[in-house]
């Protein structure tokens, strides 16, 4: 396994180096295979959903009275519960923290406000969808399949149960589209903040060695460190990014009225 992970690392690693520099070329890539996953991963769900319609009320009441029982409103569970969600929920859709911002500002469009409309549907589809979807797999497993088990080997247990064989398969192949979809946007949000402060090769190269460097330890730690790390960044933008546009955000809202009127 270590050795797959290390030849991976290095295709990562030649990828982000030698691609090509214009931004079109990730973000086509990006294209193509964004939508590509969504769609397998939506069938495939929509495929469980259905093979266990009888099991689907209870896995809705499991959901609200372990979220809103006594004892988790009593114990405080409820709180930390919420503040995981929180933290997870804006770790998937980045909304307010100025990561999507490289994405929204290299399509060509006519009107700014059409395209943060489309930003504003990509959340809710990243959290109520996808993630949400994500929760329904897992929950519509067995316990004692899932027993025990956290993070991607929770996930593919419950996978492996749904789909059989092709669970595993299945597994493999989704997630080579979302971690290289997540790698290539990364690298080219930093990139473009990078370019920003000042246009080096050299910076430009010390951030992509730095990229690669925190892809191989994400991969090899399986502790909360990452997670940890990756939050105290994340909020870190997150704060910075709403001060910031805090003065520009009158006219954001008069471009959406505009828009608005317009559409009427």
């Given at each position: 396994?270590?050795?797959?992970?290390?030849?991976?690392r290095?295709?990562?690693?030649?990828?982000?180096?030698f691609?090509?520099s214009k931004?079109?070329s990730?973000?086509?890539?990006?294209?193509?295979?964004v939508?590509?996953?969504a769609?397998?991963y939506?069938?495939a769900v929509?495929?469980i959903?259905?093979?266990?319609?009888t099991?689907?009320?209870?896995?809705?009441?499991?959901?609200f009275?372990?979220?809103?029982g006594t004892n988790?409103?009593?114990?405080?569970?409820?709180?930390?519960?919420?503040?995981?969600?929180?933290?997870?929920?804006?770790?998937?859709?980045?909304?307010?923290?100025g990561?999507?911002?490289y994405?929204a500002?290299?399509?060509?469009i006519d009107?700014?406000?059409?395209?943060?409309?489309?930003?504003?549907?990509?959340?809710?589809?990243?959290t109520l969808?996808?993630?949400?979807?994500?929760?329904?797999?897992v929950l519509?497993?067995?316990?004692?399949?899932?027993?025990?088990?956290?993070?991607?080997?929770?996930?593919?247990?419950?996978?492996t149960?749904?789909?059989?064989g092709?669970?595993?398969?299945f597994?493999?192949?989704?997630?080579?589209?979302?971690?290289?979809s997540?790698?290539?946007?990364?690298?080219f949000?930093?990139?473009?903040a990078?370019?920003?402060?000042?246009e080096?090769?050299?910076?430009?190269?010390?951030?992509?060695?730095?990229l690669?460097?925190m892809?191989?330890?994400?991969?090899?730690?399986?502790d909360?460190?990452?997670?940890?790390?990756?939050?105290?960044?994340?909020?870190?933008?997150?704060?910075?990014?709403?001060?910031?546009?805090?003065?520009?955000?009158?006219?954001?809202l008069?471009?959406?009225?505009s828009?608005?009127?317009?559409?009427?």
């Open positions: 396994e270590l050795r797959d992970f290390s030849r991976g290095f295709r990562v690693a030649y990828v982000i180096f691609s090509k931004k079109d990730i973000i086509e890539s990006l294209n193509k295979i939508p590509f996953m769609i397998i939506v069938v929509i495929y959903l259905v093979t266990n319609l099991n689907i009320p209870a896995m809705i009441g499991t959901i009275s372990q979220a809103f988790e409103v009593l114990g405080g569970t409820f709180g930390a519960v919420v503040m995981n969600g929180v933290r997870r929920g804006l770790f998937s859709n980045e909304a307010g923290s990561n999507s911002n994405a500002a290299a399509v060509h009107i700014p406000a059409k395209q943060g409309m489309v930003q504003a549907f990509g959340v809710f589809i990243d969808v996808i993630c949400s979807a994500t929760a329904f797999i519509l497993a067995p316990e004692s399949t899932i027993s025990g088990l956290s993070g991607m080997g929770l996930f593919q247990a419950a996978m149960y749904h789909l059989d092709l669970g595993a398969p597994v493999v192949v989704l997630m080579f589209f979302f971690c290289v997540t790698i290539l946007a990364v690298a949000y930093g990139r473009s990078v370019n920003f402060i000042h080096s090769k050299y910076l430009n190269i010390a951030y992509q060695a730095i690669i460097l892809i191989y330890i994400g991969g090899i730690k399986q909360m460190f990452i997670w940890s790390l990756a939050d105290f960044g994340l909020g870190i933008m997150t704060v910075i990014n709403i001060l910031v546009i805090i003065p520009i955000a009158k006219p954001a008069d471009s959406l009225r828009y608005e009127k317009e559409l009427k």
